[in-house]
C-alpha cells in the first residue's frame, strides 16, 4: 500500500510541474532593462527599459527606477519584442469540426477548450502569447472561434480575451466539398460537392439569415404581435451582417476568396482575414479596396491539389498593395517558430524588419480587433512581452522568457529545472514499477504515445477536413 501511495504521489507532482505558472513572482509588476525593444509600431529603441505595471506598459525609456516589489530583468545584449499573436490556430481544442451540416454556425470552439494541451507551454516557448482558435474547416460555415492568451496554469476562464471582437469560421475548397473524403458504405454524400455549390450554401445562409433578422425587427417595432423563434444557427450570421462577428475564411483559390468577396459586398458586410490565401498574390488589389486582411503561409504549400499555385512573394505582394497581412501557423510545431516565417519576408521582397515583425504581432491583432490592447510594445498596451537571446529573426535566437500581463508563463532557466526534476521523479517511478510480475524483472512503463500527426485544419489525412 505504501508503495501504491507513493506511486500516486509521485504522478499528481509529475503532473503537477506542468500545469503551473511558471513564474514565482508575487505580483505583476516588471521592469526589463537595457534591452534592444523592437516595438514593432516606432522601431527598434537600443539600450531600453520597459515598465509594466499591474499588467500594462507604464513606461519605455532609458534609466528608469524599479518600483518597490517589481521583478528586475537585466536584458543587456537581448531582444525585446510584442508577444506573438497566431491568427490560425486549432490548439487547447479538444475537437475541432463539427462535420454533420454544411452550415454549423451554432456551434463554439469556446465549449472545448482545453488549458492542459502541452502545446500552450510549447507555443509560450516560442514566443506566442495570444491565437485565434478556429473551428476546422469541413464546413462552408463552420463554427464560432474564440480570441484567447495563452496564460498555462490557469483556469480554462482565464483564456479568452473578454473584448475580443466575436468571430466565425468560413471555408472554401476541397475539405467542404469532401472531395477526400469516403464516407462509410451507405452513407449519403452530403451537399454541396463543387465550389458553385459552396458559395450557393453561404448565399442561402444568408438570405435566411438576413429574412430572420427582419422578422425579429418587425417584432421589435411592434409591425408584428408574434415573437420568432430563436434560432441559434441563424443568430451569429445576423451578427455578421451587423458588422458584430468578424468572417475568417479557409481557402486557396483565388477565384473562391474573390467570389466570398463578392458575396459579402452583395450582402454589405467586410471579410475579416482570407486564411491561408496561397493565391492571394493574384487579387491583391481586389482584397486592399476591400479593407479585408490576408492570414497566410510563407512558404508551405503543395501539400495537395489545390495548394500548388503558390509563390513564396505573396507577402511582399500583399504588403506592397496595402494589404494587412499576418503570417500562421495552422499547426502546433510551426507556431513556435512563427518568428523565422516572419523573417522569410525579409528574403521574398526585402520587407522592411519593422514591417515583417508586424506580420506576427500587431497586424493579427489588428485582425482580431485586439491591437488596442497588444500586438506592440507601447505605453498603454498590455505587457504581453518576449524576451530573445538573439535578434528574433536569427536562426540561432531563442526564448528567454514570455511575458503576458506583467506575469512570466515561460522562462528558460526554469524550464531547465523543471526538466531536471520531471526526470528524477520519472526514474523513481521506474524504480516503483508496481505492476511488473515477480521474477520478470519489470521494466520502463511505456512511454506516452505522440500526439496525432499535426492539427492542421488543412491537412488531407482523409477525413474530410476534420484536421
Do not use: C
Not at 481544442?93 to 507551454?121: C, H, K, Q, W
Not at 514591417?355 to 506576427?360: E, F, G, V, W
Not at 508563463?409 to 508496481?434: G, H, N, P, Q, S
Amino acid at each position: 500500500m505504501k508503495k501504491i501511495t507513493a506511486y500516486f504521489v509521485l504522478l499528481i507532482l509529475l503532473v503537477g510541474s506542468f500545469s503551473v505558472v511558471v513564474s514565482a513572482q508575487s505580483n505583476n509588476d516588471v521592469l526589463i532593462k537595457n534591452a534592444s525593444v523592437l516595438t514593432a509600431a516606432r522601431g527598434t529603441l537600443e539600450n531600453t527599459d520597459i515598465l509594466i505595471q499591474n499588467g500594462k506598459i507604464t513606461r519605455i525609456g532609458k534609466g528608469i527606477t524599479a518600483p518597490a516589489g517589481a521583478r528586475v530583468i537585466d536584458a543587456t545584449g537581448k531582444f525585446v519584442t510584442p508577444g506573438i499573436i497566431d491568427a490560425h490556430s486549432h490548439s487547447m481544442l479538444d475537437a475541432i469540426n463539427e462535420g454533420s451540416f454544411s452550415v454549423t454556425s451554432m456551434v463554439r470552439t469556446r465549449d472545448m477548450l482545453n488549458p492542459t494541451d502541452i502545446e500552450i507551454y510549447r507555443a509560450l516557448a516560442g514566443g506566442v502569447t495570444g491565437a485565434l482558435l478556429l473551428h476546422g474547416s469541413a464546413n462552408s460555415i463552420g463554427g464560432q472561434s474564440t480570441t484567447v492568451k495563452f496564460k498555462w496554469g490557469h483556469p480554462v476562464e482565464d483564456y479568452p480575451i473578454a473584448d475580443a471582437p466575436p468571430g466565425i469560421k468560413f471555408a472554401m475548397g476541397e475539405n467542404v466539398r469532401q472531395t477526400t473524403f469516403s464516407p462509410p458504405p451507405g452513407t449519403p454524400l452530403r451537399y454541396p460537392r463543387t465550389r458553385q455549390g459552396v458559395i450557393e450554401t453561404m448565399r442561402d445562409a444568408f438570405i435566411r439569415a438576413r429574412d430572420y433578422k427582419q422578422a425579429w425587427d418587425d417584432f421589435k417595432s411592434g409591425k408584428t404581435k408574434v415573437q420568432p423563434r430563436t434560432d441559434l444557427e441563424l443568430k451569429p450570421i445576423v451578427e455578421i451582417l451587423e458588422g458584430k462577428r468578424l468572417v475568417h475564411a479557409h481557402g486557396y483559390r483565388a477565384d473562391e476568396h474573390l467570389n466570398l468577396m463578392l458575396l459579402a459586398d452583395e450582402f454589405g458586410f467586410r471579410v475579416a482575414t482570407l486564411q491561408h490565401g496561397l493565391e492571394t498574390y493574384k487579387i491583391a488589389p481586389e482584397i486592399a479596396k476591400r479593407g479585408t486582411g490576408a492570414s497566410i503561409f510563407t512558404d508551405f504549400w503543395g501539400f495537395k491539389l489545390e495548394s500548388y499555385d503558390a509563390i513564396p512573394y505573396t507577402a511582399y505582394i500583399l504588403w506592397k498593395n496595402g494589404v494587412n497581412v499576418s503570417i500562421n501557423s495552422d499547426d502546433g510545431g510551426r507556431m513556435r517558430r512563427l518568428n523565422l516565417d516572419a523573417a522569410k519576408v525579409q528574403k521574398y521582397g526585402g520587407v522592411p524588419e519593422q514591417d515583417a515583425l508586424q506580420m506576427i504581432t500587431l497586424n493579427p491583432a489588428k485582425q482580431l480587433g485586439i491591437d488596442k490592447r497588444t500586438g506592440s510594445i507601447e505605453v498603454g498596451k498590455d505587457g504581453d512581452v518576449v524576451i530573445w537571446n538573439a535578434h528574433p529573426f536569427s536562426v540561432y535566437s531563442r526564448v528567454d522568457t514570455t511575458i503576458i500581463e506583467g506575469v512570466t508563463y515561460f522562462d528558460r532557466a526554469v524550464d531547465a529545472k523543471m526538466r531536471m526534476d520531471v526526470a528524477k521523479e520519472r526514474e523513481t517511478l521506474e524504480k516503483l514499477d508496481i505492476n511488473k510480475a515477480p521474477g520478470t524483472g519489470g521494466g520502463p512503463p511505456s512511454r506516452p504515445a505522440e500526439r496525432r500527426r499535426g492539427d492542421r485544419d488543412d491537412a488531407d489525412n482523409g477525413d474530410g477536413g476534420n484536421n
